[in-house]
């Protein structure tokens, strides 16, 4: 049954991250296809298995009770299991090749196994085999292949350190492949961050007679093996320096655009990769992860080059190898897909070598004359200039021109009706992103051409190229607002009834409640509006998943939670037509025209969160995953994971609902869960991070919802009271003023009844927190520790405070 | 009326890697100013470059007045910086690495170097990478800084988001003026 013959294991992956199974896909598919072949559970001979996943421990010791089957375990931490192998995240492919050799050898001892003595020597044709392979092995030990998912394993970096890795590359022998640098770790976007001078191994490539230890790279390989092993194939990086140098073909530009979020790292690079044997190929490739679904697009242009020698005097007396690259931070712009034009058909293999010259000249004057024009005071004119500067950068203008079509169409339409904006806003914004990052790369290409001291004509382009990328994004990011500000009509109903009545404030109240589902229906009825005008039709949606619009959606209510902080009382006070954030608030504190404490409390046992305490704990004590099942909604508690699943989104106007509903305890079904159910449970919570929470932030939330403002029956607003720890408030649902709240009751022990005095706040904020912090258990009981604190501390006011306040203001928004 | 010009800072400390050098890129309204230098010693395993005095950023507040961020270098070596960096700070935050070995080992040991500032001066602790690795939790952290009785907000943070590190200084700044109306 041993595949060992062919020397090609056939391997299952089982629990993996999407992202690590993009990876294992590609090698298995490329680099790694002569050595494993991936297949079904029944067929393989290997498992491969990411032991930090949810489900994975449970999963290898399964398949450990049931056969023998070896497996590769992939893991941050060491993992030490019969017949299994373990290789460091993040992945390598030399960990992987390795990994093969051990595997193979327990597959061997597996089959020989009941050959009881004369096993202990191989025989002459496993010797073989076994030289066979050993024979393979240098080749493919020369292919540097890993993406970082955490560079704080020291086996991890032992292996991005070792020696072998390029080691073993002779003059004809090489490999190449694309870099991609993961930034899910800190520490790799400082590294990125700081590409410079300081940084060159980022750019250097892995047929460095010296290879750089710190390169991080993702194997993008478009030869087999088998063209790898004839030393057909050369791959050449060549840095910003060889590019000014005219060193012509030796090209290799990453872009990398970095989205402020670990998870979903964009990452493009364009590359020329000429060979001795006068080839030359320049690949653009794209690998976007998004979300942690990785997909790698590569297009390769390859032509009839014979210029590539000199490569390798540039390299071996250069102490500054730079790369072009820029990593564009910009948190409001997680959702973008920027498009990279591809140049050229992979056949036009005479016109190639003529584009690569051509590109390589654009991107010198990419930082220079070029790339910036004119500053232009509107949009349409920043459009314009982007559209140059990217033209020059090699995207097609076609892409940009059908770009501006979009942005002049909107302005169009804004002035046609502003409601209809919310169709296309995902798109316009997706689109200005990507101009944003465009014009920033240019600047970025133009930042480290002037950190090479060789580029002394780049520099004095640079303070305007700078002030003008400022000042387009400025210009940018007004369009934005003027996008953003017709939301508010959108949110009005834009029927007959769309007048905003503000004076009444009883019907104020009633539409503040019901406008979570008047928003939508209201969007709906937008959509339904169609068909608009043509140009806007043609605009290519950029469909945001559920959890991207979550984070948007929670975005606003925090800078909106800020924006209130900062009016103070006045500010949330002034009526006016309710923002999404104001509607949130309603939900979670209730309205601002009530005053709970004196004529509103509730009976937690009436709601649905008491039940939910309830199975909670009770999961909790026998470690059990446990479902509650009402009203079609499932809630799942996984108590070592400290997770809840939730199939409804606790956002929703519904879930909101049921908290504040009193409960029909005989509705709910509550079952423990088998392993299967189990395992199903714990892929969800990965596979949908929208309907996956912690504890702690699904009982927050649960608890604001329940409460509205209302305090506990029984609630002793005159006792003081302290929080014994803050609530993890970077990962909880934010209400105003938290916290501000959280602070007081932590430091300076009152009442419920005195702190919103004391703060000059609303009375439901407090009482809102007050729900929470009851609800997780986070409140002091020992009342000599609240006698103390309250003896201790009182609220002085600080000299600091004029500038305390200013610097909140900053630090806010 | 005049104001008068306001300059504090704020030190942000915590073990090799923890973030403190992110964080500061985070918030500050400057290139920072780092003395980074390669990593020759264990320190390598985590990252190919380490702080080894301090780095500096700026939160610019109005035209003049300014908020110091300044991050101490992580190994234990440099100790003699921190002294120097706190004196006069507003207030610390710690940063701790969940994916260290033993982040409670960390915690105990830097509450213990930062003892003197402590106990005048706040501390707001921030947990980075706790969104990777779920144990140990927020839980543990609490319980930790309970059995060493300090009293700290604890946050988990990405320290490349912003809002997170925002984070972390509103809470200092609460904790030490709650009537701060911003």
């Known amino acids: 049954m041993s595949n060992l013959n062919s020397n090609i294991i056939k391997i299952c992956i089982l629990e993996m991250s999407s992202q690590n199974q993009a990876i294992l896909e590609f090698f298995f598919n490329n680099a790694g296809k002569s050595l494993f072949e991936e297949t079904s559970r029944e067929n393989a001979e290997v498992f491969i298995i990411d032991y ?165 790279n993702f194997a993008s390989l478009d030869k087999s093996p088998e063209d790898l092993q004839q030393n057909k194939i050369d791959t050449f990086t060549v840095n910003a320096e060889t590019i000014t140098e005219k060193a012509e073909v030796n090209t290799k530009i990453n872009t990398a655009t970095n989205t402020n979020n670990a998870d979903t790292p964009n990452y493009f690079s364009v590359q020329a990769e000429p060979t001795p044997a006068f080839t030359e190929s320049l690949t653009l490739e794209r690998t976007e992860y998004n979300n942690d679904l990785a997909a790698t697009q590569t297009q390769t242009i390859e032509s009839n080059n014979a210029g590539s020698s000199e490569y390798f005097s540039d390299q071996t007396d250069s102490n500054t190898v730079l790369g072009s690259s820029t990593r564009f931070d910009n948190a409001e712009h997680n959702q973008e897909h920027d498009e990279l034009a591809v140049l050229e058909k992979p056949e036009q293999k005479t016109e190639a070598k003529d584009e690569i010259d051509i590109l390589i000249e654009q991107l010198i004057a990419g930082g220079g004359e070029s790339a910036i024009t004119e500053t232009t005071e509107t949009a349409e004119a920043s459009i314009d200039d982007s559209a140059e500067e990217l033209s020059d950068t090699g995207i097609s203008p076609v892409d940009l021109e059908k770009n501006k079509e979009k942005l002049l169409s909107i302005d169009a339409l804004i002035n046609q009706n502003g409601t209809e904006i919310e169709n296309v ?56 607002q003027d996008f953003d500000e017709p939301n508010n009509s959108v949110i009005a109903p834009e029927s007959d009834t769309a007048e905003p009545v503000v004076d009444n ?299 305390f306040t200013r610097l909140l203001k900053k630090i806010k928004t | 009326m005049s104001t008068e010009i306001q300059h504090k800072k704020i030190i942000f400390t915590g073990p090799v890697g923890a973030g403190k050098t992110t964080a500061i890129q985070s918030m500050s309204d400057i290139p920072i100013i780092s003395t980074n230098e390669s990593a020759t010693d264990m320190t390598q395993q985590r990252k190919s470059e380490t702080t080894v005095a301090m780095d500096y950023g700026q939160i610019k507040v109005g035209d003049q007045e300014r908020i110091h961020l300044y991050g101490t270098p992580g190994q234990e070596r440099f100790d003699f910086m921190w002294d120097i960096l706190t004196k006069g700070a507003l207030g610390l935050i710690l940063l701790l690495d969940n994916s260290r070995d033993n982040p409670q080992q960390d915690l105990r040991f830097y509450t213990q170097a930062f003892k003197n500032f402590i106990q005048n001066g706040d501390l707001v602790i921030g947990v980075t990478r706790s969104d990777d690795i779920e144990k140990p939790d927020i839980d543990n952290y609490r319980h930790w800084i309970d059995q060493l009785q300090i009293r700290a907000p604890v946050f988990s943070i990405d320290a490349r988001e912003r809002q997170d590190v925002s984070s972390l200084i509103q809470a200092l700044l609460y904790t030490i003026d709650p009537g701060v109306t911003a």
Request: hydrophobic share 35%; with cysteine; proline share 5%.
């Open chain 1, 505 to 803: 404030k009883e019907q104020e109240s009633e539409e503040l409640l019901e406008s979570a589902s008047t928003v939508p229906e209201t969007q709906a009825n937008a959509d339904e509006s169609e068909p608009q005008d043509e140009a806007i039709l043609t605009i290519p949606e950029v469909e945001l998943s559920e959890d991207e619009e979550l984070q948007t959606l929670l975005e606003e209510i925090r800078k909106e939670t800020e924006g209130v902080n900062s009016r103070g009382m006045e500010g949330a006070n002034h009526r006016h037509i309710p923002t999404f954030a104001e509607e949130r608030w309603a939900l979670t504190c209730g309205d601002s025209n009530i005053i709970p404490s004196k004529e509103q409390t509730y009976n937690p046992a009436d709601y649905m969160l008491s039940t939910l305490l309830r199975v909670i704990e009770q999961a909790r004590q026998t470690e059990k995953v446990m479902r509650m099942k009402f009203n079609g909604i499932i809630i799942v508690i996984l108590p070592d994971l400290k997770k809840i699943y939730c199939d409804l989104s606790i956002f929703s106007s519904d879930y909101a609902e049921i908290c504040f509903t009193p409960f029909d305890q005989e509705s709910i079904k509550i079952h423990n869960l088998d392993s299967s159910e189990i395992r199903l449970y714990r892929k969800l919570i990965v596979e949908e991070p929208e309907n996956s929470h912690t504890i702690e932030s699904f009982l927050w939330t649960s608890s604001l919802l329940t409460s509205r403002g209302r305090l506990p029956q029984g609630t002793n607003t005159k006792k003081s009271i302290s929080l014994k720890y803050w609530p993890n408030l970077t990962r909880l649902e934010i209400i105003p003023h938290v916290m501000q709240i959280a602070a007081v009751f932590y430091k300076y022990p009152d009442s419920i009844q005195q702190i919103p005095v004391k703060l000059n706040i609303e009375r439901r904020f407090v009482n809102a927190f007050y729900n929470g912090v009851l609800t997780l258990g986070l409140l002091e009981t020992d009342n000599h520790k609240i006698l103390l604190l309250s003896s201790k501390n009182t609220i002085k006011k600080t000299q600091n405070r004029g500038f």
């Open chain 1, 52 to 216: 930090d996943f949810p489900g994975a421990k449970e999963n290898v010791e399964e398949i450990q009770s049931t056969s023998k089957m070896p497996g590769i375990i992939i893991s941050i931490r060491e993992v030490s299991l019969e017949n299994t192998v373990w290789i460091a995240k993040p992945l390598t492919s030399n960990a992987l090749i390795q990994a093969k050799n051990q595997v193979a050898e327990m597959l061997s001892s597996i089959a020989d196994a009941p050959a009881s003595a004369e096993t202990t020597a191989l025989s002459g044709k496993q010797q073989e085999q076994q030289e066979t392979e050993s024979d393979d092995l240098p080749v493919f030990n020369d292919l540097s292949f890993s993406v970082n998912e955490d560079k704080t394993d020291a086996k991890a970096t032992e292996e991005q350190t070792d020696p072998l890795v390029g080691s073993d590359l002779s003059e004809e022998t090489t490999q190449e492949v694309a870099a991609i640098a993961d930034t899910s770790n800190p520490d790799d976007s400082v590294a990125t961050e700081t590409i410079s001078a300081e940084t060159p191994e980022l750019f250097s490539i892995q047929d460095d007679p010296d290879p750089e230890p710190a390169l991080t």
């Open chain 1, 425 to 480: 806003i995902h798109s316009d914004n997706s689109d200005i992103s990507k101009q944003q990052n465009s014009q920033a790369d240019v600047l970025a290409t133009a930042d480290d051409s002037a950190n090479n001291p060789d580029q002394e004509e780049l520099p004095q382009e640079l303070p305007q190229l700078n002030d003008n990328l400022t000042e387009n994004l400025d210009t940018a990011e007004e369009v934005k």
